[in-house]
C-alpha cells in the first residue's frame, strides 16, 4: 500500500461512527452480511452525519458477498460503488486500487464547501484569522496560546485536503513546550500559506 493513505479498521458500526467523528475519511468500505440490513444502516447514518456537519461526502463502497448481493443492491443508492468481497491479500489490493481509481478527482488544494460558509457567516474568515493567530503568538513566544488556537482550527468542521494543515496544527499543539522557535515558524507559516489560498466550492 502507498504511504500517502492511512487504512483504519472498524469491528462493528459503533467503533465506525467513533472514526469518522475523529476524521473525515476519503473511502469507506462495508462489509456487507448476508441478510443483515446493518450495513445499509450505517451507511445512512455516514451519510446523514456527513450532511449535518457540511462534510463532503465519503466514498461509500459495499463489498457484497458473492453468493448473496441483495443487501447491496436493495441499497444501492446509499452506495458509491458495489464490489466483491475481497478473499485474498492481492484481492483486498485490488479493491483497494479498484476504489481508488472510481473516485472523483480533486486538484488537491485546500476548500471549504459554499454550504458551510452559509451556515456559518464569516467562517473562511474566522479560519484565516486564527490562522494569523497562530503566527503571531509563535512569533511573540506565547507558546501556549498558539497551541490553543492549533487545537481550535485542527478541530474545525467542513475543512477538505487540509490534512497538512492539521497536522502542523497538531505539532504545534503537542510541541509547543520543546520544540525550537524555527520550527513552530515553519509550522505556523504553512498553516497560514494554505488558509490564504483555501478555496470555496
Known amino acids: 500500500m502507498s504511504a500517502d493513505f492511512l487504512i483504519r479498521i472498524a469491528i462493528g458500526g459503533e467503533q465506525a461512527v467513533e472514526q469518522l467523528i475523529e476524521r473525515r475519511p476519503d473511502i469507506v468500505w462495508l462489509l456487507l452480511e448476508n441478510q443483515s440490513t446493518e450495513g445499509l444502516a450505517l451507511a445512512s447514518q455516514m451519510r446523514g452525519m456527513q450532511l449535518d456537519a457540511y462534510e463532503a461526502p ?76 497562530i503566527r503571531q503568538a509563535v512569533a511573540d513566544g506565547r507558546r501556549t496560546d498558539a497551541a490553543r488556537s492549533a487545537h481550535t482550527l485542527a478541530g474545525s468542521p467542513g475543512m477538505h485536503n487540509f490534512e497538512s ?37
Open 58 to 133: 465519503s466514498w461509500i463502497v459495499a463489498l457484497a458477498s458473492d453468493t448473496q448481493p441483495s443487501c447491496a443492491s436493495s441499497g444501492a443508492e446509499m452506495f458509491d460503488q458495489v464490489l466483491p468481497e475481497p478473499r485474498s491479500q492481492s484481492a483486498c489490493v485490488a479493491t483497494f486500487l479498484a476504489s481508488v481509481a472510481a473516485m472523483p478527482k480533486t486538484n488537491g488544494a485546500p476548500w471549504i464547501q459554499q454550504a458551510t460558509e452559509e451556515a456559518m457567516p464569516g467562517f473562511l474568515a474566522s479560519r484565516q484569522k486564527l490562522a494569523n493567530t
Open 165 to 201: 494543515g492539521v497536522s502542523a496544527c497538531r505539532y504545534i499543539e503537542h510541541h509547543h513546550a520543546t520544540a525550537n522557535a524555527d520550527e513552530l515558524l515553519i509550522r505556523a507559516d504553512e498553516i497560514r500559506d494554505l488558509l490564504a489560498h483555501i478555496e470555496l466550492r
